[in-house]
């Protein structure tokens, strides 16, 4: 979905907050479009399709859970000065409508995961969209597409670069595809069991033929909680299926997926890149995220 947003300036408390700390916002001195990503992972897709002809930021740094951010007062000049801004959609990112209200102006906000069936999980009794699509490769085509056609509504004279850069990313995404599905051909059939810290890789294990045999968090958010209850029937799930890892980004919390690893000895890989790309290696790009979590998972698992 790509639509126009005029916002104005409210008179809350978060906003006086935010206007008297960013004041007004500084022109594009070099006149290019200003595109803003909220997520790392965004940028650098954006980055592979807008290529030198505009700069590319992310409003989260690298490393940041978009699930537990807290929003700065110069989060609102940034967006302030952008003229497009590219979001995951599927409330993934809920701390982005105060800070849409207060920056004030018109952009473009494009959608990356529009067209896009998500899958959907019980969560506090309500169903709700996943929103990690960008866990399988060929979605991220979709998202590719979307953020060109963006792209050129907001650029058209750019229009034969973005198409290029788009398609040459795309065919990337396929080939990453193709290297996933051969890397988890070492892993054996009944090994493809993910039990993940919060409900993060079902688009992952849809697309690779893996089952997700349980969570410590049943949710979408790794900010979430849970219950000695539920602890002890993922412990018992566990045994039953002979899961051979738990698996976490990061960004996550370890000490509950620590204590049912001493209940059940096995193994917890803590060092997913899920969430946010690193400042360098080893996730400083989509694709290396992806290779990077997929060596790791097949390690764990093979």
């Given at each position: 979905?790509?639509?126009?947003?005029n916002?104005?300036?409210?008179?809350?408390?978060?906003?006086?907050?935010?206007?008297t700390a960013?004041?007004?916002?500084a022109p594009?001195?070099?006149?290019?479009?200003?595109?803003?990503?909220?997520?790392?992972?965004?940028?650098?897709?954006?980055?592979?399709?807008?290529?030198d002809?505009?700069?590319?930021?992310s409003?989260?740094?690298?490393?940041?859970?978009?699930?537990?951010?807290?929003?700065?007062?110069?989060?609102?000049?940034r967006?302030?000065?952008?003229?497009?801004?590219?979001?995951?959609?599927?409330?993934?990112?809920?701390f982005?409508?105060?800070?849409?209200?207060?920056?004030?102006?018109?952009?473009?906000?494009i959608?990356?995961?529009?067209?896009?069936?998500?899958?959907?999980?019980?969560?506090?009794?309500?169903?709700?969209s996943?929103?990690?699509?960008?866990?399988?490769p060929?979605?991220?085509?979709?998202?590719?597409?979307?953020?060109r056609?963006?792209?050129?509504?907001?650029?058209?004279?750019?229009?034969?670069?973005?198409?290029?850069?788009?398609?040459?990313?795309?065919?990337?995404?396929?080939?990453?595809d193709?290297?996933?599905?051969?890397?988890?051909?070492a892993?054996?059939?009944e090994?493809?069991?993910?039990?993940?810290?919060?409900?993060?890789?079902g688009?992952?294990a849809?697309?690779?033929?893996?089952?997700?045999?349980?969570?410590?968090?049943?949710?979408?958010?790794s900010?979430?909680?849970?219950?000695?209850?539920d602890?002890a029937?993922l412990i018992?799930?566990?045994?039953?299926?002979?899961?051979?890892?738990?698996f976490?980004?990061?960004?996550?919390?370890?000490?509950?997926?620590d204590?049912?690893a001493q209940?059940?000895?096995i193994?917890?890989?803590?060092?997913?890149?899920?969430?946010?790309?690193?400042?360098?290696?080893?996730?400083?790009?989509?694709?290396?995220?992806?290779?990077?979590?997929?060596?790791?998972i097949v390690?764990?698992l093979?």
């Amino acid at each position: 979905m790509k639509k126009i947003i005029n916002s104005m300036i409210g008179f809350t408390a978060l906003a006086a907050l935010f206007l008297t700390a960013c004041g007004p916002a500084a022109p594009n001195n070099d006149g290019a479009l200003s595109v803003l990503a909220s997520t790392t992972i965004l940028a650098d897709i954006t980055r592979n399709i807008a290529g030198d002809r505009l700069p590319v930021d992310s409003l989260l740094p690298a490393g940041a859970d978009p699930h537990a951010y807290q929003a700065a007062p110069a989060d609102v000049a940034r967006i302030a000065k952008s003229k497009v801004l590219i979001l995951n959609g599927l409330e993934y990112e809920r701390f982005i409508e105060p800070l849409l209200k207060n920056a004030g102006g018109d952009r473009l906000i494009i959608t990356a995961s529009d067209g896009v069936s998500p899958l959907a999980i019980e969560e506090d009794g309500m169903q709700v969209s996943d929103p990690h699509m960008w866990l399988d490769p060929i979605l991220v085509a979709t998202y590719a597409e979307n953020i060109r056609d963006g792209l050129i509504q907001a650029d058209p004279a750019g229009e034969e670069v973005y198409k290029a850069n788009a398609d040459a990313y795309i065919a990337q995404l396929k080939d990453l595809d193709a290297w996933i599905q051969d890397q988890v051909q070492a892993i054996p059939a009944e090994r493809r069991l993910l039990v993940t810290n919060h409900e993060a890789l079902g688009y992952f294990a849809a697309r690779y033929g893996f089952t997700v045999a349980g969570t410590v968090l049943s949710s979408l958010s790794s900010d979430a909680g849970t219950s000695a209850r539920d602890m002890a029937a993922l412990i018992e799930q566990i045994k039953v299926v002979k899961a051979p890892a738990i698996f976490l980004g990061d960004v996550e919390n370890p000490d509950l997926a620590d204590q049912i690893a001493q209940e059940t000895h096995i193994k917890v890989v803590s060092d997913l890149h899920l969430e946010s790309l690193t400042d360098g290696g080893p996730a400083a790009t989509y694709i290396d995220m992806m290779k990077y979590n997929v060596t790791r998972i097949v390690d764990a698992l093979k």
